[in-house]
């Protein structure tokens, strides 16, 4: 992104790199530090000294704002989202702030009723319904 | 926004580690490599690097002549935490402040909500202050927050990032146990 000024999150205006780049959800996060600290736990007995701050938070901030606890649960929130027509970075933000319904889906994500998405009320409701499922039965 | 990146960093193996060879001169990389990544804490394009996850390849090293260390490019995954302009993010209350509140969102301390633009929330002032709005919504540490990165800023000296956040907008402020 050549000028800061342009970057736009909401109308997903962040950068090709960042396009391309893999992002991840909270909750996939959280799975991918527990067992890096586990690791750790293994081979030391103090692991909280091995491990930066930015990762402690991290890791603190990931637990707290994950909806997903269990590893099918997560995996399953990223194959519902991935049926939709959405980029990485709109999928995740979905993942993350788990809106109840379309509206507020269409706030944090102003960017999903663009054409190329083409996403319609009813498919979002249906995207959100099919992920509220996965929460009840986790 | 975490993310999953893949960066090319040179790592410097001091002469005195290059005794083993094989296993353990890989050994030596990778030590020298977690330590220089927690070191390193961010940069201005990728954000704070949080965890390395694999390793992709180790490149010829090359022998330094004054000092005989050895530089190897190193091809590595890792996991970086960025804001972005335009986000919906969600932090915790650390502090309320007449002219706004101070957040904290996983390794960014900094996340400051300036009280002009937070809406209908008011500043009460007192032993324990808080912002509310006339609809009871409380703002007070501790309390979660999901709010709009307005702008970011890469501090260089400190290799950190701040965020300049805002409640203007419909689905934003605090949040409940139960709800995310």
Redesign the interface.
Known sequence: MSEQEE?????L??GEE?LK??????C??AL??DR?FDQLQAMSSDPMSQV????E??QQ??K????YKNADAVRQVREILSRYQLAE?EL??LG?????TA??AK???PSITTKERGCTDENIEKMLNDLSLIKKFE | MYLRVELSWNVVVSAEQLHGEGLLLQRALILQLLEDFSNRKANSDYGYFVAPTALERIGDGKVRQDSGDVLFPVVFKCITFKPFKGEILCGVVNKIMKQGVFLSCGPIEKVFLAAIKMGDYHHFPGENPVFQNDKDSKIEKNVQVRFKVLGTKWIETDREFQILGSLEGDYLGPIYKGEI
């Not at chain 1, 970057?7 to 109308?11: L, P």
């Not at chain 1, 930066?52 to 990762?55: A, K, L, M, N, W």
């Not at chain 1, 707290?64 to 909806?67: K, Y």
């Open positions: 970057e736009n999150a909401a109308e205006k962040i960042f780049a893999k992002c991840l959800m909270n996939e996060v991918i530090l890096k930066s701050q930015v990762f938070k991290s901030y990931v707290r704002f994950s909806r970075f995740c933000v993350n702030l788990c809106p109840e509206d507020e706030a944090m994500v």
